[in-house]
């Protein structure tokens, strides 16, 4: 289900991806130009996406290709990559920290990496920041963002994205947050 849009950044996130070596499919090209659908205002068509793909099916992919958009093109604040465990969390954020490296102009660009366990970040010269972490109340205490993804979002409880709901009420300082849930589906018996 996709809402109607004006205009996409779609083609301008994959091509984004494509630089830094990160190839999609035609599916995950299609949720990319879907997702990143504008308004005649500007403003995103779909403020919330949800995306529920099988285990090792490529979602990831499409969080690395919106994230890094989101960073270097877009020039979103701040963006939040929430996982239900840190391992994932910190897996992203080693996927995301190698496709930057990758890409001089990208890499350049970088002012601060925070490798610690449960707090890494990647921080530009131009005060852009992307957090991994799990989804705890104090990761997000003050902070305002862009956008917020739920990676396993089949294990994400209404406490959980209460904790980050305050800081998408203040808005960012675009006013246009986009909200990803991705996950795998679960079994309903376990």
Same mark, same amino acid.
């Given at each position: ?28 090209? %299609? ?34 290709? @919106? ?21 994932? &969390?910190?897996?992203?954020?080693? @996927? ?34 992307? %957090? ?8 997000? @205490?003050?902070?305002? %963002? ?6 396993? &979002? ?6 959980? @994205? ?6 998408? &009420? ?21």
């Amino acid at each position: 289900n996709v809402p109607d849009y004006r205009t996409s950044s779609g083609d301008e996130a994959v091509a984004c991806a494509e630089l830094a070596g990160l190839i999609l499919d035609d599916w995950q090209r %299609f949720v990319l130009e879907s997702a990143l659908g504008e308004r005649a205002d500007g403003k995103w068509s779909a403020a919330t996406v949800g995306l529920c793909v099988g285990r090792q099916n490529g979602k990831n992919s499409i969080l690395e290709a @919106r994230e890094l958009f989101g960073l270097f093109v877009l020039g979103e604040r701040t963006i939040l990559h929430t996982a239900h465990l840190q391992t994932t &969390a910190s897996e992203q954020f080693r @996927r995301i920290r190698a496709l930057i490296a990758g890409i001089p102009e990208f890499e350049s660009r970088v002012a601060k990496v925070n490798r610690g366990k449960g707090t890494e970040s990647i921080e530009l010269i131009t005060g852009q920041r992307i %957090f991994f972490t799990t989804r705890t109340a104090s990761v997000v @205490r003050g902070q305002t %963002f862009d956008l917020v993804v739920y990676d396993e &979002a089949m294990h994400l409880s209404e406490h959980e @994205r209460s904790s980050v709901t305050p800081t998408l &009420a203040a808005l960012s300082l675009h006013g246009n947050v986009q909200t990803w849930y991705t996950g795998s589906a679960v079994d309903q018996l376990n």
